[in-house]
């Protein structure tokens, strides 16, 4: 299958400041990937859906001024939890679909994030 | 819009033993996909097996097989020769046709593989 890689895989920050999170489809092109986030013992929760080159679209709910994200290219997207507060920690997943196989989407191994 | 139903929040079964984990979905589209993910411990998203609609042959991966009743909604997951890698959350998925097109996620099965 495909491979989808997100760094960092844990991150530890301030109240205050923000975090990048990268997510990269390592041997494929991925026009479109997403980004989740998860709850502890919890599904998925779709928080945007990043084409590449254009806006990302966000779920209802989710704020885009404080989850930015950028599709810059087709093999690299990212998440920015801008001025992050100790409710914003979560554990995020990336995926991203190839196009072919079913449409099926891979998924990144995740990155917990945890805000002090 | 599409939801998805998995009734089992925790299964156990035992190694070398089959089990079945339930889905059933809920859609007015004709074209669409559907997936089972495996979550171990380690929070790694795996796809385990995938479904297109329009296919009435039931997918088979090794030791994982579905059984899709697309009149029904149904789409369960049968795991046969039970190993302890097989402990993980797992998730029923269904998206509609089109690469950016979104997974709908079920809640999750918790399986518990002893010994």
């Known amino acids: 299958g495909a491979v989808v890689s997100q760094h960092p895989s844990r991150v530890i920050c301030k109240s205050g400041t923000s975090v990048k999170i990268e997510c990269r489809s390592l041997?494929?092109?991925?026009?479109?990937m997403f980004w989740y986030r998860q709850f502890p013992k919890q599904s998925l929760m779709l928080m945007a859906t990043?084409?590449?080159?254009?806006?990302?679209?966000?779920e209802q709910g989710v704020e885009k001024d404080k989850f930015l994200i950028n599709h810059a290219s087709l093999t690299l997207s990212t998440l920015t939890v801008t001025s992050a507060h100790p409710e914003d920690s979560s554990f995020y997943i990336c995926s991203a679909a190839t196009g072919l196989e079913g449409e099926t989407q891979y998924f990144g191994p995740g990155t917990r994030l945890l805000v002090l | 819009a599409q939801t998805v139903t998995q009734s089992q929040p925790e299964m156990s079964v035992q190694e070398a033993e089959t089990v079945t984990l339930s889905c059933t979905y809920d859609?007015?589209?004709?074209?669409?996909?559907l997936f089972w993910y495996k979550q171990p411990p380690s929070r790694q998203m795996i796809l385990v097996i995938r479904q297109e609609a329009y296919k009435q042959q039931n997918a088979t991966e090794n030791r994982f097989s579905v059984n899709f009743q697309k009149a029904a909604k149904s789409f369960s997951l049968k795991i046969s020769d039970s190993q302890l890698g097989d402990t993980a959350m797992y998730f029923c998925?269904?998206?509609?046709?089109?690469?950016?097109?979104?997974?709908?996620f079920g809640t999750g099965t918790r399986l518990q593989v002893t010994l």
């Open positions: 859609t007015s589209e004709s074209n669409y996909y």
């Open positions: 041997d494929f092109q991925a026009t479109t």
């Open positions: 998925a269904f998206k509609i046709t089109g690469t950016a097109s979104k997974l709908t």
């Open positions: 990043s084409n590449e080159g254009s806006k990302a679209t966000y």
